[in-house]
């Protein structure tokens, strides 16, 4: 079921945080990090099995936002290319230890979800109780916001 109240998106938020980090902040050096991803990479089958688990759970997590299309697919296409380096033997591997695309698919989730204006109603309700273009307005006062979204659609 996708999320109904805003601390639904705060949970997908910090959900997302979590797999970012384990997958690719657990040791971070500087402005690299290695986490299960990278240690995962070098098990053959297991690492892809991880790789594909975690972009199916992230892609999860995206639709349970509403994230746009856009969105979808630029997580699409880094979770691609982390899995399809992760199953070249040796030079593959060793590429997908230095690609985060659990991190990069996750940032791109999470810049939607901050740029998005949540509201518990229907968009019917908001446009009958005049509350829309209340929301409309403030879309165009705020330029870090970039959509409305509501949560009981």
């Not at 949970?11 to 990090?33: A, H, Q, T, Y």
């Not at 990479?41 to 099995?49: L, N, R």
């Not at 972009?55 to 997590?61: I, N």
């Not at 979800?113 to 829309?132: C, D, P």
Request: proline share 3%; hydrophobic share 45%.
């Amino acid at each position: 079921m996708a999320a109904r109240t805003v601390g639904d998106i705060e949970k997908i938020w910090s959900n997302v945080e979590g797999i970012k980090k384990l997958s690719d902040r657990v040791i971070g050096v500087g402005p690299v990090g290695f986490g299960l991803d990278a240690l995962l990479t070098w098990i053959p089958i297991v690492g892809t099995g991880y790789t594909v688990g975690t972009a199916g759970w992230l892609l999860f997590q995206a639709r349970q936002a509403r994230a746009s299309t856009a969105t979808i697919a630029k997580m699409c296409g880094y979770m691609a290319f982390d899995t399809a380096t992760g199953t070249v033997p040796l030079a593959g591997d060793f590429v997908d230890t230095f690609f985060p695309g659990q991190l990069l698919a996750a940032r791109a989730l999470q810049k939607e979800i901050a740029e998005t204006h949540w509201v518990e109603s229907t968009r019917a309700a908001a446009e009958a109780s005049g509350e829309h273009l209340r929301h409309q307005d403030l879309l165009r006062s705020r330029p870090d916001l970039k959509r409305i979204v509501y949560l009981h659609d």
